[in-house]
């Protein structure tokens, strides 16, 4: 599995994020576009994004995911817009939980959990799971505002504390919620790059660089037990549940594609 940097991919005369994102639909919303049509005006640039990203990557299929791909006749307007493609196009089952399932199924084949939880950290919200239950917390922007690049970070990194605050709140509310007494296993996946000693690249979290994220949201969750703990890009984790999708067993090369607070990516090769 490879990740792909699809964010900034020039599409229509802009970025891809500008034209497929949560805050176009929300900035459609504003101007009073229908909930019927939000699917349709996103379709234009992600028709033109695969067309380019299937042929650069030679991409045998497409699999889609995330929270934009709940929109209201989203998978119908899909279908219509890829028909030229030439390629199978596949919506995930549950397109905004499929990566958290994903995540469940990781840790329970790699290791003997009993109890095992999965986050996926979105920029507009938090997918957590157990085998128990799904949980879906919010992002409050007034405590946690999206930084985007070129903005300037608080100083006083108080930015990083409400969000390692966050991200901990929801882990420990879930193993709560479920009476766990002993996390077994944890899955991680964080809306942003990471490189191999797990310093996390930009996002509108703002916490860019900060070397000891992962280990600060772990040290304020206070999780019970102290298990393995699985930490990958959210798109990375996208690309885990294509790989499970049966649809997919006769493709060899799978472009996969997240569709959340902005799209995100990874090329799946010998699912």
Not at 141 to 161: A, C, K, N, S
């Amino acid at each position: 599995m490879t990740p792909l940097e699809v964010w900034n991919l020039p599409v229509l005369g802009h970025e891809l994020w500008e034209l497929l994102s949560t805050p176009r639909v929300e900035a459609d919303r504003k101007a009073g576009v229908p909930e019927h049509a939000l699917a349709t005006r996103l379709m234009p640039a992600l028709a033109s994004a695969l067309e380019s990203l299937v042929q650069q990557h030679a991409a045998d299929a497409v699999w889609l995911s995330g929270g934009l791909a709940c929109l209201q006749g989203f998978e119908q307007a899909l279908m219509a817009a890829t028909t030229k493609l030439g390629r199978p196009v596949v919506l995930a089952e549950s397109p905004r939980f499929a990566p958290v399932h994903a995540g469940l199924g990781l840790l329970t084949s790699s290791v003997a959990a009993r109890e095992a939880l999965c986050l996926d950290v979105g920029q507009t919200s938090l997918k957590c799971a157990s085998r128990e239950t799904l949980q879906v917390f919010e992002r409050d922007t007034t405590v946690l505002p999206r930084l985007f690049i070129g903005m300037p970070r608080p100083e006083d990194g108080h930015h990083i504390i409400a969000a390692v605050r966050f991200l901990a709140g929801a882990l420990r509310a879930l193993t709560r919620d479920t009476r766990c007494t002993s996390v077994d296993a944890l899955c991680l996946a964080l809306p942003c790059p990471l490189d191999e000693a797990l310093v996390p690249g930009g996002c509108t979290y703002g916490w860019e660089g900060h070397a000891t994220l992962v280990a600060d949201i772990l040290a304020e969750a206070r999780l019970p037990g102290s298990g393995e703990v699985l930490v990958l890009n959210d798109a990375e984790l996208a690309a885990e549940a294509a790989r499970a999708d049966t649809r997919l067993a006769s493709h060899h090369r799978i472009l996969c594609l997240t569709l959340g607070f902005g799209p995100g990516g990874a090329l799946l090769v010998g699912a």
